[in-house]
């Protein structure tokens, strides 16, 4: 222990601290060179030739020029991926338009075949519709 001393061990540390950032910085340029839809192929294959050829110049001329695009671009992500969400979790929980589930529908069809508004072949009509 003697032979590395402690400062040494913290500037390691930061070293690797950094080069794990950078790692970072880089895959999310080179995921942005892909999911941006503005860029044609060969300005997505030119973006990403100068990142790896002079990957430190590279990633930050891409951030410098297209860094504003790159936050617009995650944010359009973000805010697809919550709808998406919030659409699955209104088709999970069984709400169709107008927030009518299909149970409440089915309860619906029920009282009106129980009171003769509908015949009973009209009410298996209506529940195949509703359950499919």
């Known amino acids: ?8 061990l913290f500037w ?8 794990i950032m950078w790692l970072f910085l ?5 995921t942005d060179i892909f999911r ?3 860029l044609n192929g060969w300005a997505k294959a030119g973006w990403l030739i100068f990142c790896i050829l002079l990957p430190y110049l590279g990633v930050l001329v891409y951030v410098i020029a297209r860094g504003k695009g790159m936050s617009r671009r995650d ?3 973000a805010k697809d991926s919550e709808a998406a969400f919030q659409d699955y979790i209104r088709k999970a929980a069984g709400s169709g338009e107008g927030g009518v589930s299909a149970t409440d529908e089915l309860a619906r069809l029920a009282e009106l075949k129980d009171k003769g508004a509908i015949t009973a072949e009209e009410f298996e009509k209506a529940k195949t519709k509703v359950l499919s």
């Open 1 to 8: 222990m003697d032979d590395y001393p402690l400062l040494n």
């Open 75 to 77: 944010a359009k992500q």
């Open 36 to 38: 941006d839809h503005d």
């Open 12 to 19: 390691t540390m930061l070293w690797f601290f950094l080069w």
């Open 26 to 30: 880089l895959f999310k340029v080179v």
